[in-house]
């Protein structure tokens, strides 16, 4: 008699009825495994084997690749998001909040698994749709408008130099773009302690030394 006519043996195309895990515990999977072995290291199939799915059962929740790429990253951003929220609201001056902003915002060392996926899904952006292009600028947009209102509340309080918080934003953020690229890849001479020397004297000339 074959195993599969055996009335008291388990079936074993297994998880036929079984739920999928949630979608929080994919995307945590597939951020570890790119902290733990890079992006070549995240493959449909063998994410598929640590979270318990088929290599198609993730593409018919993600469809490919760069989607599932992106969103691992806005996970991850929700994650920072909430850094961010905690530390726009906790008590202090408004050149803290600026300092926990930086220290936020510049990588933790070469390979830091966030700006890893970052630089990815940006190289990918050249090929997405318009549809991904705009979750992306959300993303930009959610980083810009906290830092506008950090520099908005020390030009309040005079804390800061009069300047327009949103022109100091953009070309403080491109700064740091700048930076954060070379800490994540590990480029010599611009490590992460360099990079907040270089931000803190930019911001001690610019933004709080008065003319």
Do not use: C
Request: aromatic share 6%; glycine share 8%.
């Amino acid at each position: 008699m074959s195993q599969s006519s055996n009335p008291t043996t388990p079936s074993h195309p297994r998880r036929r009825n079984q739920a999928a895990p949630p979608r929080e515990d994919v995307l945590a999977a597939a951020m570890d495994t790119i902290a733990e072995r890079g992006l070549d290291g995240l493959t449909m199939a063998g994410l598929g084997r640590q979270v318990g799915m088929s290599s198609g059962h993730l593409l018919y929740y993600f469809r490919t690749k760069d989607e599932l790429l992106l969103q691992t990253l806005e996970w991850s951003e929700g994650r920072l998001g909430a850094e961010r929220s905690a530390l726009l609201s906790r008590p202090g001056t408004a050149r803290d909040r600026l300092d926990g902003y930086v220290d936020v915002y510049v990588p933790r060392g070469p390979r830091d698994p966030h700006w890893t996926l970052w630089l990815e899904v940006w190289n990918r952006s050249q090929n997405a749709d318009d549809d991904a292009r705009a979750r992306q600028a959300a993303i930009e947009g959610a980083w810009h408008r906290d830092l506008v209102a950090i520099l908005a509340e020390g030009v309040s309080r005079e804390e800061f130099r009069a300047v327009d918080p949103d022109r100091f934003a953009t070309r403080m953020r491109a700064l740091l773009d700048g930076f954060s690229v070379h800490v994540a890849v590990g480029i010599p001479g611009t490590g992460r302690e360099q990079v907040l020397t270089h931000v803190r004297e930019f911001l001690e000339q610019s933004l709080l030394s008065r003319p």
